[in-house]
């Protein structure tokens, strides 16, 4: 069966709708708490996890692009939990983190602002609709600063989804049901050469996420490519120990059968003095 992103904005009725599909197709219902804690098994805190769905990067991590760095565990963690199969996502980057698998069907879910404002003062408890508005209008921004700094993506753009639904003039019971419809079609079912394809981003996130938990390797920016448990590596290092280092931890996750290596070591020019 499909794998189903739900992608909305904060108070939008993201969780209400996910919990629905999922207790009518028998699937399981999990958010980015599910992928924080899967992740952890790389040993990075739960803490840092956390950042790269809560809270906009600061100047230093856009520079150096270390946030980046946490979001390549996420990413192995969604893959891991998609493997298994029926499963519904609503969260923040779903329709990202699984892109180009074609049994995954991608929602994004738009409410109104009156029912958004109404949350937020139920839910927060906003004693005012402006102040309600305040913090909407900061989370959406943060948001979209995030999203955009982590995927390159407006999250908003609708050709990133395979449905979008506003749900001002329709309940979210009717939103389901236009889900599970989707869902239960042939262009999101699972096929050979779809699950191949999210088997290989699998093993291929999860070189990557054993690339950065390791101290001595942490810090490249290799690219990798599964096929069917070979790996090719690609990429520029600073030396041939760095390179043996790489390959030899990418040997060592699970479902690798062969590592080749196009790594090249970066040309050293000598000072030329005064």
Not at 206 to 217: C, F, G, Y
């Amino acid at each position: 069966m499909s794998i189903i992103t739900i992608s909305r904005g904060s108070l939008s009725g993201g969780r209400s709708l996910a919990e629905r599909v999922a207790e009518r197709l028998g699937y399981r219902c999990i958010s980015s708490e599910a992928l924080i804690e899967t992740a952890t098994k790389y040993g990075v805190p739960e803490p840092k996890l956390s950042e790269v769905f809560d809270k906009t990067p600061s100047f230093w991590e856009r520079l150096t692009k270390s946030r980046r760095l946490y979001l390549i565990f996420i990413q192995a963690a969604m893959c891991e939990l998609a493997l298994q199969g029926r499963l519904v996502y609503h969260g923040q980057g779903g329709q990202q983190l699984l892109k180009g698998i074609s049994h995954v069907m991608k929602v994004r879910l738009i409410a109104p602002l009156e029912f958004r404002l109404k949350a937020a003062m139920e839910r927060e408890g906003f004693l005012s609709r402006e102040t309600a508005m305040q913090y909407l209008q900061q989370v959406d921004e943060e948001r979209l600063r995030r999203m955009r700094y982590l995927f390159n993506v407006d999250w908003r753009d609708p050709a990133l989804y395979d449905v979008v639904l506003n749900i001002e003039h329709m309940s979210l019971e009717t939103a389901a049901d236009v889900v599970i419809y989707m869902a239960q079609h042939p262009e999101y079912q699972p096929t050979p050469a779809s699950e191949k394809k999210l088997r290989d981003l699998t093993l291929s996130c999860q070189i990557k996420a054993s690339l950065a938990a390791h101290p001595v390797t942490s810090g490249v920016d290799v690219d990798v490519r599964a096929d069917d448990g070979i790996v090719w590596l690609t990429g520029l290092v600073d030396s041939s120990e760095l390179e043996y280092e790489i390959i030899r931890a990418a040997q060592m996750v699970s479902g690798v059968k062969e590592v080749i290596s196009d790594l090249e070591i970066k040309p050293v020019f000598p000072y030329p003095g005064p």
